[in-house]
């Protein structure tokens, strides 16, 4: 028979005369950690890491944020933990998924109420605008435009050709995207969250995967925000009351070390 389906997870068999829907049995590869506000078990065969945001735009000092004078330097501190937590998860067959702002170069489906979010008077820098006096890579550049260097992950973290990208024009990645049906596809339970802005894209993006029945569980050192830091205590807060629990990428390795051993 012959297989039918875009991951082994999800495949069906079919010949002329029969359908075998049966999916193959995925064996549980439970890893143990530290987390709040209990400890947890999961199940890596079941989960994926969700990388979001973390491109030129929010996180370089030549792009969008620093040019309308945000400091960048905090966006850029899930860079290190990230560089060492994706390859050991990718090595273990946990999915990485980069969910970045990408929009379309007509913007045709940004609504005036988004992009007034970012251009509230209709004379700053908002979406889809050139980023002015942009030199080198950044030269041409659009605000988070799908496909330039202001919507590319920044540098510092590797991409390897197995991970999966997601482009999104919301705060959350869920929205008018395919996020949900590549997970489900993949037969993902269990979601790590990673990336910038905590309070604003990751915050968003979590809840609507706790929303949708999804385990959810927040890498805090792999997070940042540009934001005051009450808004980063409040959603660490919310994230643990109400929509999941909260790890670090130390927890995580020392888990994935213990496997080994």
Known sequence: MTPLGSVPANRWRVSRETVDMVRPPATPRPLAARAEPQNLVIDLARTAIVVIDMQNDFC??????????????????PITPLAA????LRSTGVPVLWVNWGNRPDRLNLSPSILHVY???????GLGDPLPGAAGPAAGARVLERDSWAAAIVDGLQVAPTDIHVAKYRMSGFWDTDLDSILRNLRVTTLLFAGVNLDQGVMCTLQDASFLGYDCILVNDCCATTSPSYCLEATLYNVKQCFGFVTTSDHLLNGLKDRAT
Do not use: N
């Open 119 to 125: 251009d509230p008077t209709g004379e700053g820098l």
């Open 85 to 88: 937590l994706l390859p050991r």
């Open 60 to 77: 370089s000092p030549q792009g969008w944020l620093a040019h309308v004078g945000v400091d960048v330097t905090p966006a850029r501190t």
